[in-house]
């Protein structure tokens, strides 16, 4: 902790460091909030709220990263930026697995229920791994629309995880879970390196807000096939 010993010399601010953790990081990490949407719970985090558990997330991305063979060089050193922004959200859903899966997995249709993607297609062919092209335009970046190409690794009905490997967004790799049988959980986390000259806290709020509304629409699509509403729309 920072500044005067005598607490008769300190104002209600308080500046102070944590080891290890970007002042950047560690402000996100401490600013989440819990909110009810339509009968499901969304808990929307920058980052977690506890530093171990942030760096088990960190690692379990970077392992991901690894074994989708992106971000190892030829001698094997996995390089990560110190510039990184790390998004986790869950979300309580009232449909089962398989139908939460169906959505999920469901990505030529993605952007037909999620705001602001404006493209998600796969671009594989059968038998090859799984890559999807997708586009979005965020209302904080009106000119630069993110293009990325992902690769694609899928466990069914549980685990999706995901990579970048081309596009303007410098480093994108991530997960979605589904936990549970009935009334699942939807887990997603993603790590990024932005990769475009914006101040880091904006962003911190660009990517909050997609993980935020990704999630609430993958929950609200869920609950629109389960109160029978087809696939197509």
Known sequence: MYGPTDPEERSGAISFAVDGVHPHDLGAMLDFKDKEVNNYTFTSQSYLPNVARAQETLAGLLDIAARLESLADPGGILYWPLERILAVAEINTHVDRELAWQVLSDYGRWAEFIPDLTVSRVISAPGE????????QLPWLPNLPLVMILRVEETPPTHIEFLRVAGNVRTF??????????????????????????????????????AKMRMEAMAREMARRATGGSGAR
Request: no cysteine.
């Open 129 to 136: 791994p799984l890559r999807l092209e997708q586009r979005a």
């Open 173 to 210: 790799v991530g997960e979605w879970r589904i936990v549970g049988r009935n009334r699942v959980r939807l887990v997603y986390r993603s790590l990024i390196e932005p990769g475009f000259s914006v101040p880091p806290e904006v962003s911190i709020e660009i990517f909050r807000h997609d």
